[in-house]
């Protein structure tokens, strides 16, 4: 116990001494005059070690800047693999169908509040097909999608039966749409990215269209460059349709001898009018470039 006391008395001595030389340390600031206030005023940033005057108290812009788009980058990151828990989850309901006539599995209740239905889709005879139901999570569809936030937060149809029906699109394509709502991952060729932009323009998930926009680009040639105009007019596909005209510009006179310039006119007479414009104004400017006599 003594020891314990004499410990404390000694502990306390030397705080005591710590705060005399503090008190001496700014008494030697006070007697250095406006030079020490001149350096105080000038601090360093914590994060980059540059120079900032006193009014720009805290961090240096750059870095806050920093500092909240790694904030962001982080919740970005928080946000895929809280998804990708509850895709691990929706696999193991398994891909068969969910509904009031299917067979009850263990657990499954717990794992999804929310089910995806294809319609409209038909078979090679023409008869409407029934797809299975792709069961997912409100949060999750939520959070990736306003469209689906519209219907599923406020009293519609969808949110209080709980099923989304989807038309005009076949069963793969909406489980790979799910699939990359929660993993950001997909598997694309070139009609599954056409399907998928469909979708992604229809539930505006715009990186999703980013994604499938970019692979269709570096699909690009000019034998398939009509046809991928038209579908990039349609869906509003800015890049690809720059792309696929900067091809159709070079390469008109094999373009318009071939059917699908034909089938073009005949369904969307409009897209050919545009091409046409944006054909007859180039070589407007070409003829411009080569003769300088033209310019007024």
């Known amino acids: 116990m003594r020891r314990h006391l004499h410990q404390r008395v000694q502990m306390s001595s030397d705080s005591d001494e710590d705060f005399e030389e503090e008190d001496d340390e700014n ?25 900032y005057g006193d009014r720009d108290a805290g961090t240096c812009r750059e870095c806050y800047e920093e500092a909240g788009e790694t904030e962001e980058e982080l919740k970005r990151e928080i946000e895929d693999l809280k998804s990708k828990v509850n895709f691990l989850r929706l696999l193991s309901v398994g891909p068969g169908p ?17 089910v995806l239905v294809a319609t409209g889709t038909t078979d090679s005879a023409g008869v409407q097909c029934s797809s299975p139901s792709i069961p997912a999570h409100r949060a999750v569809l939520t959070s990736r999608s306003p469209v689906f936030r519209a219907m599923l937060e406020n009293e519609m149809e969808e949110s209080l039966s709980g099923t989304i029906k989807i038309s005009d699109v076949s069963y793969d394509a909406l489980r790979s749409f799910v699939n990359y709502l929660y993993t ?35 699909r690009l040639n000019w034998e398939n460059s009509l046809p991928f105009y038209a579908f990039a007019h349609q869906h509003g596909a800015k890049s690809l349709l720059d792309a696929a005209l900067s091809l159709i510009m ?22 050919v009018v545009e091409i046409y414009e944006a054909y007859l104004s180039k070589q407007v400017n070409t003829a411009a470039t080569k003769d300088p006599t033209a310019k007024s």
């Not at 263990?106 to 794992?111: A, H, I, R, V």
């Not at 694309?188 to 926009?213: G, I, N, S």
């Not at 059917?259 to 006119?265: K, Q, T």
């Open 184 to 218: 950001a991952e997909a598997c694309l060729d070139e009609h599954m990215a056409c399907d998928l932009l469909v979708l992604a323009e229809k539930y505006q998930v715009k990186h999703l269209k980013t994604y499938c926009e970019k692979f269709l680009m570096s």
């Open 250 to 271: 070079d390469n008109m006179d094999k373009l318009s001898k071939r059917e699908e310039y034909m089938e073009l006119v005949e369904k969307d007479p409009r897209v």
């Open 27 to 51: 008494e030697e600031d006070d007697d250095e005059g406006p030079s020490a206030a001149a350096r105080l005023r000038r601090m360093k940033c914590l994060s980059c070690k540059e120079d």
């Open 98 to 114: 969910i509904g009031p006539s299917s067979i009850p599995r263990p657990y499954t209740p717990s794992f999804y509040d929310v």
